[in-house]
């Protein structure tokens, strides 16, 4: 990659936030927003009315394409870089890495340990990721979650989602448990062992409102006379799925007496959120998908290399099959426009999600519940506007149905990789394996030059040495989701770090972050392999 790389955004970017903020007011991120004349935006947003492919650069500039097709202005030389320091700094600032017992006194657990990082684009970061182990039933739970329309789903989502599937997989004896705990006012037992990082949130006002709904399902799952021993992974996945999206739904429609908290249930139906969840446990694993993030696993093949396997598909225009099922809900003369320029009625990009009402409730619920709202409130401020997309007839549109995987554990299986869009924009599937793979051997495989190959002309070999150089580079980082991250925002053309690259892409202001990359959030567990080698099965 040039060496130029990113000069004239950096050196425009005073004066293009300046240009915001004397034009007319940022609009909510479905919208298409003006930059200045000579830059014409990519929309990484969910949300938009029209879809473009990259960024372009007008005029005398050259620039250089990154894989997800974006257009970096070169013209002028780098006139402001990061240290290597404060690279760091920003990179690691919200890494977590958790070791976790081989036997925690209920069973063996297959995961080793896990590592999470995100860094944002957005302000605040829309992205939110969980990890927790489930104290009342087997395995662990993690999940990422990535947001659209602002951040209140999202965290409302990796808030509470883990705990409704912790729940469907509980017997009915320990949910009897719990219902007593609570009708008696006595502590109520632990469902799941978080795994926090410290800057991680909390709807704290909220609180009691989460705490009834998920009462009220215990108490619905009491009364079915087929929960007896609870449910298993994929129907506690679905139904837990399911069941969160209603009451988020639901909450934004109650009367809440509670301001704040009436306003907070509105935001988060309003927003939206898609979601990749695993429960990993001895017999497999488990994926709940619903939307554009993506799950992962690492191989280790019997020559030493990595291969990807996807457990999760993802759920946007290019999956034919899912812009064929949303088209069969709908009548024929609604084929044309309800996927229109890669988008659910030429607006939103995933095509299942949490939260989006606005793709789900009629348009007279919608105006009835923003027009409930206190006269005095500041629709703006809440990220909320009165606006049906274009083509509304047959509502809903949308949905937040997981697809649903099983994978058995096998001895060659080494991890799984979670990412939000934001990773995937930038990694193949491939190269996230290979990248976590040599992380964690410390062996950086390289094929014989093939017949060919040797055939290349110098310019050709030269590029050729370079790229093999470049994976042979050492690691900068122990979190590998850490190192993930690095090599999505600094690979240059030749496969190597590109610190100009990486500096320019962490240095951009927050006005101009959102136009160049998305909230990134990637974790890496680690599967207990000795559990399904040939003496245990």
Same mark, same amino acid.
């Given at each position: ?6 000069? %004239? ?17 940022? =609009? ?10 000579? #830059? ?27 894989? $997800? ?39 063996? %657990?297959?995961?080793?340990?896990? /590592?999470?990082?995100? +860094? ?9 990721? %969980?990890?927790?182990?489930?104290? =009342? ?37 320990? #949910? ?29 006002? %909220? ?17 079915? /006379? ?39 249930? +509105? ?102 519940? #923003? ?9 703006? $401020? ?15 549109? *949308? &949905? ?9 554990? !096998? ?13 995937? &924009? ?39 040495? =370079?790229?093999? !150089?470049? !994976? ?12 993930? +991250? ?10 190597? *770090?590109? =610190? ?38």
């Amino acid at each position: 990659m040039s060496g130029r790389l990113y000069a %004239s955004i950096l050196q425009r970017a005073s004066s293009y936030t300046q240009t915001l903020s004397s034009s007319a007011p940022f =609009q909510y991120s479905h919208l298409v927003v003006s930059p200045p004349s000579q #830059l014409r935006p990519v929309h990484f947003s969910s949300w938009g009315t029209s879809r473009t492919d990259q960024w372009c650069c007008r005029g005398e500039e050259s620039g250089t394409r990154s894989q $997800s097709g974006r257009h970096f202005s070169t013209r002028q030389d780098l006139d402001f870089q990061l240290s290597q320091v404060q690279i760091n700094s920003i990179l690691r600032s919200n890494e977590q890495s958790v070791s976790v017992p081989e036997f925690d006194g209920r069973g063996l %657990s297959a995961v080793k340990k896990f /590592e999470s990082n995100q +860094i944002a684009a957005n302000t605040p970061n829309e992205d939110r990721r %969980s990890a927790a182990t489930c104290l =009342q039933s087997k395995g662990m739970l993690f999940g990422v979650f990535d947001g659209h329309g602002g951040w209140a789903c999202a965290q409302a989502v990796s808030e509470r989602l883990l705990y409704y599937i912790a729940i469907a997989m509980m017997p009915k004896q320990s #949910l009897e448990e719990l219902e007593r705990c609570m009708e008696h006012g006595r502590p109520v037992p632990p469902i799941l062992q978080w795994y926090k990082h410290h800057a991680d949130l909390n709807y704290r006002e %909220s609180a009691s409102l989460y705490i009834d709904h998920l009462r009220v399902f215990w108490q619905d799952l009491l009364d079915s /006379e087929e929960h007896d021993e609870g449910m298993c992974p994929p129907d506690a996945l679905d139904r837990a799925f399911r069941r969160l999206d209603a009451d988020i739904s639901l909450e934004a429609q109650l009367p809440l007496s509670n301001d704040l908290m009436k306003s907070t249930a +509105i935001q988060v139906a309003f927003a939206g959120c898609t979601a990749c969840v695993a429960h990993v446990g001895t017999d497999g694993i488990h994926i709940a998908n619903s939307g554009d993030c993506r799950a992962v696993l690492g191989v280790k093949e019997e020559d030493g290399s990595w291969s990807a396997l996807p457990l999760s598909q993802d759920h946007n225009a290019e999956n034919q099959a899912e812009v064929e099922r949303i088209k069969a809900k709908h009548p024929p003369s609604e084929r044309d426009t309800v996927v229109t320029d890669d988008r659910l009625l030429g607006v939103l990009m995933p095509l299942r999600a949490f939260g989006d009402v606005r793709f789900k409730w009629s348009r007279e619920l919608q105006q009835g519940i #923003l027009n409930s709202l206190e006269s005095g409130v500041d629709l703006d $401020s809440l990220n909320l506007y009165q606006y049906t997309p274009p083509n509304y007839h047959t509502p809903p549109y *949308l &949905d937040v149905a997981p697809e649903i995987t099983y994978h058995k554990l !096998r001895p060659q299986d080494r991890f799984l990789i979670f990412g939000t869009d934001g990773l995937w &924009d930038e990694l193949r599937s491939e190269d996230a394996v290979r990248l976590v793979g040599e992380h964690l051997s410390g062996i950086h495989l390289q094929a014989p030059v093939s017949p060919s190959e040797r055939q290349l002309k110098l310019g050709q070999m030269h590029e050729l040495l =370079q790229k093999r !150089r470049a !994976r042979a580079s050492p690691a900068l980082d122990t979190n590998a989701a850490t190192h993930l +991250i690095r090599h999505a925002l600094g690979t240059g053309e030749y496969g190597e *770090l590109c =610190q100009e690259r990486l500096a320019s892409m962490l240095a951009l202001p927050e006005d101009l972050a959102r136009m160049y990359r998305d909230d990134v959030t990637a974790t890496v567990v680690y599967l207990n392999s000795d559990l399904v080698r040939p003496h245990h099965s």
